[in-house]
């Protein structure tokens, strides 16, 4: 049997040629811009996504509110830890009937919401902040239901217990405003 020759494949330098290129990444697409805006450098990550950083200006005063938060969670929670009967005393005005563990366990779990805020200080990605505002109103929020059932079930408020429930209300409010500011869209100019 005859064997046939083929005649030898012709090899295109496509990845010099500039028009070619863009071409071929104008069919992948990626390299343009997409309906929310962002441009993908490859299909990887234009598949995975990619993060999203603040793309002009924080909120004013972001920083300064997780710093606060942060110091704020931690020293509460370091309170709870080492002396509960003296944190409980000193919002309800009345003593501790339960163990010191529970409030304890509570210490805990404030100290690691503390190291989520610590955390969010030193990123720049809007959905990581975001859901470290959301965790804190939460908290408060929870924190705030807590406290009024506490308190009517009790049948005494104190002036410190009113400041607590009343400071959660505003705690919520200033996490939420952050919130929603850093998930709107910037300006386009």
């Known amino acids: 049997m005859a064997t046939k020759s083929h005649p030898p494949l012709m090899k295109k330098n496509s990845q010099s040629d500039l028009v070619s290129r863009l071409k071929t990444r104008k069919i992948l697409g990626v390299g343009g811009e997409d309906d929310g805006g962002e441009v993908h450098r490859s299909k990887i990550s234009q598949v995975l996504g990619n993060e999203i950083k ?112 009343f400071s959660r209300v505003a705690f919520v409010g200033i996490s939420l405003c952050y919130y929603y500011q850093l998930g709107r869209r910037p300006k386009k100019i």
């Open 54 to 165: 603040f793309s002009g200006r924080e909120p004013l005063g972001l920083r300064v509110w997780l710093v606060v938060s942060a110091v704020m969670l931690t020293v509460l929670a370091l309170m709870a830890l080492t002396f509960p009967i003296q944190l409980y005393d000193a919002i309800f005005d009345e003593e501790l009937v339960g163990t010191k563990m529970s409030i304890r366990l509570y210490g805990g779990a404030l100290l690691s919401i503390s190291l989520v805020m610590w955390n969010a200080l030193y990123t720049t990605e809007k959905v990581i902040i975001r859901w470290t505002l959301l965790t804190e109103a939460c908290y408060f929020g929870i924190q705030f239901l807590v406290t009024a059932i506490t308190l009517v079930e009790n049948g005494t408020v104190s002036n410190k217990a009113l400041v607590l429930v």
